[in-house]
């Protein structure tokens, strides 16, 4: 019949919780002009690999064929070559981006929103009417983080 046997397709995993609160979202937000849109402060950090790629790669070949340059893939001995970036931006300024040195938790994180966010949002926004946004990965939503954030809404708003 033609079928092959593969690996599913990974996809962000969804709850109809998660789906219901994208939609509130869009919706409080589907009237918003370009000049609200224009206070928004984005930012998210990721993690890039140069030597290799996480999680496992196929190749299809015949047999005899596997150290052609097509059926290789080639790694290091030690280390993932990896590293971890936050960064920001914004309709008018592109932000900081830093190189994150340590597995990204709540403190790290709130030391990466003091040093480098606030004087960002200070220099774009001087009279404290930036948006920020920020996904809701675990390390953003600590209750640290949170009431950190809430302390300075004098100087920017946390978007929900």
């Known amino acids: 019949m033609g079928l092959c046997s593969r690996r599913p397709t990974r996809v962000p995993l969804l709850t109809k919780r998660h789906c219901q609160l994208r939609l509130q979202w869009a919706r409080e937000h589907r009237d918003w002009i370009m000049d609200e849109w224009k206070r ?31 059926c290789t893939a080639g790694h290091t001995q030690a280390g993932d070559g990896g590293i971890m970036l936050w960064g920001t931006f914004s309709w008018a ?10 597995i990204m938790k709540a403190a790290n994180y ?30 953003h939503k600590a209750r640290i983080v949170l009431e950190s954030l809430e302390e300075h809404t004098d100087e920017f708003h946390l978007m929900s």
């Open 40 to 70: 928004v402060v984005w930012s998210d950090e990721s993690r890039f690999l140069i030597h290799h790629v996480d999680g496992r790669v196929s190749v299809r070949r015949l047999p005899g064929q596997q150290l052609l340059p097509s």
């Open 93 to 102: 300024a592109l932000g900081p981006v830093i190189v994150v040195e340590q």
């Open 110 to 139: 709130l030391n990466i929103i003091a040093g480098q966010l606030h004087p960002y949002m200070t220099f774009v926004f001087p009279t404290g009417n930036g948006i920020f946004q920020q996904d809701n990965a675990p390390c």
